[in-house]
């Protein structure tokens, strides 16, 4: 049998500690892609591997209709950080995402869904229906009905798209996907002023925001408060999970899952954020940022260790080259390296990060001139 070729394989990963892995060959790599942004504590990392070994010898699954201490013990960190009163437990981003916007439509009554161009939420038919890229989409229409896109940071688009037949208005604070794009506060004041105008919710994704910009939510630091958050990928450190945030409660029966809440899962997401809060991960994330400075970069975007260096130039011999030297970085787009590296790096690292990337653009551009 076969894996399904759905994604190119660079490498044979065989373990990992800290901020590095290594390969079939033994060699080392400084991961800053991190699973897709979710090893937020690193491979290995010794608490959180004790903690969850003994916890497979507890107990894994339970049932969505019992509960369990482990969802005690999360729910009781979880409002360490955020003020929700409710949270729907999934598996993945993208079931996080499916939540919201079924928990939005039935909590308005209404059907219209607002997202944005370039946008990416998922590739279930619900969320792929709010993400933008034809690429994803087209091959799999019709897709969910009463959703439409304007382009983002557009002021006036807003201003014309949401109508009191809107439901709901989604968005992520920063754009990865489309090239580590942040969104400009005015934009996110005029959604947050619009969708409570005309009865309409705000749904912010922060599957791949969260944690990683120096707030646990990125929308912190526009200082507003939507009505979900979607959270996935590092908020379990490696487990699947998922959880949509709420300040309304949803009729017993209107959505489920047989893995969400797991012990296992919840057991996970407590002590991941116990050790982010007790260390201050998020909080120092954002002095980590790093500017990079080299002849063919455009510009760095993005906050704290969620990283766009946009090119001028394909980045495929970029990013091959730097893994050559040891060091695995992700794509967004044609032209922009994307980085989510583990919280636990350090600044030091950091600065060694950056060197590396300079050296490798201007090692490229200089026998290209």
């Known amino acids: 049998m076969r894996e399904m070729s759905l994604y190119r394989k660079r490498l044979k990963i065989v373990r990992g500690e800290g901020v590095y892995v290594w390969d079939s060959e033994g060699k080392r790599y400084m991961d800053l892609i991190a699973g897709i942004g979710v090893a937020v504590l690193g491979h290995n990392h010794p608490e959180w591997a004790e903690e969850l070994s003994s916890q497979l010898k507890k107990l894994?699954?339970?049932?969505?209709?019992?509960?369990?201490?482990?969802?005690?013990?999360?729910?009781?960190?979880?409002?360490?950080?955020?003020?929700?009163?409710?949270?729907?437990?999934?598996?993945?981003?993208?079931?996080?995402?499916?939540?919201?916007?079924?928990?939005?439509?039935?909590?308005?009554?209404?059907?219209?869904?607002?997202?944005?161009?370039?946008?990416?939420?998922?590739?279930?038919?619900?969320?792929?229906?709010?993400?933008?890229?034809?690429?994803?989409?087209?091959d799999f229409e019709p897709l969910v009905p009463g959703f439409r896109h304007i382009p983002f940071n557009d002021v006036e688009a807003a201003k014309e798209a949401i109508t009191r037949e809107t439901a709901a208005v989604i968005v992520e604070p920063i754009q990865g996907e489309s090239g580590v794009i942040p969104a400009k506060e005015e934009f996110l004041k005029t959604l947050r002023d619009l969708t409570e105008d005309v009865g309409a919710l705000l749904i912010v994704d922060e599957v791949q925001?969260?944690?990683?910009?120096?707030k646990f939510l990125a929308i912190e630091h526009y200082k507003i408060e939507?009505?979900?958050?979607?959270?996935?990928k590092g908020i379990?450190?490696?487990?699947?999970?998922?959880?949509?945030?709420?300040?309304?409660?949803?009729?017993r029966g209107k959505h489920g899952s047989t893995f969400g809440g797991n012990p296992l899962a919840c057991k996970a997401v407590a002590v991941t954020l116990r050790i982010l809060r007790?260390?201050?991960?998020?909080?120092?994330?954002?002095?980590?940022?790093?500017?990079?400075?080299?002849?063919d970069v455009v510009m760095t975007r993005g906050k704290g260790l969620m990283i766009g260096v946009v090119l001028r130039k394909p980045v495929g011999r970029y990013v091959e080259e730097l893994q050559r030297r040891g060091y695995l970085v992700h794509t967004s787009g044609q032209r922009v390296i994307r980085m989510l590296p583990p919280l636990i790096i350090s600044e030091e690292q950091m600065r060694e990060v950056k060197s590396a990337i300079e050296g490798v653009i201007n090692d490229i551009s200089g026998r290209e001139s």
């Open 60 to 138: 894994t699954v339970a049932g969505p209709m019992f509960n369990h201490e482990e969802k005690e013990e999360m729910l009781e960190e979880l409002s360490k950080f955020v003020n929700f009163e409710y949270v729907y437990m999934g598996n993945s981003g993208t079931e996080a995402v499916e939540a919201a916007l079924k928990f939005a439509r039935l909590y308005t009554g209404r059907k219209e869904i607002i997202a944005m161009v370039n946008a990416f939420h998922g590739r279930t038919m619900g969320a792929l229906s709010a993400t933008w890229k034809p690429k994803y989409k087209k």
């Open 209 to 214: 925001t969260g944690l990683r910009t120096g």
């Open 226 to 232: 939507p009505d979900i958050v979607t959270l996935g």
């Open 236 to 251: 379990g450190n490696g487990v699947p999970v998922s959880l949509t945030l709420t300040n309304f409660d949803v009729e």
């Open 278 to 295: 007790r260390e201050k991960l998020i909080e120092r994330a954002e002095k980590k940022f790093i500017k990079i400075e080299a002849s």
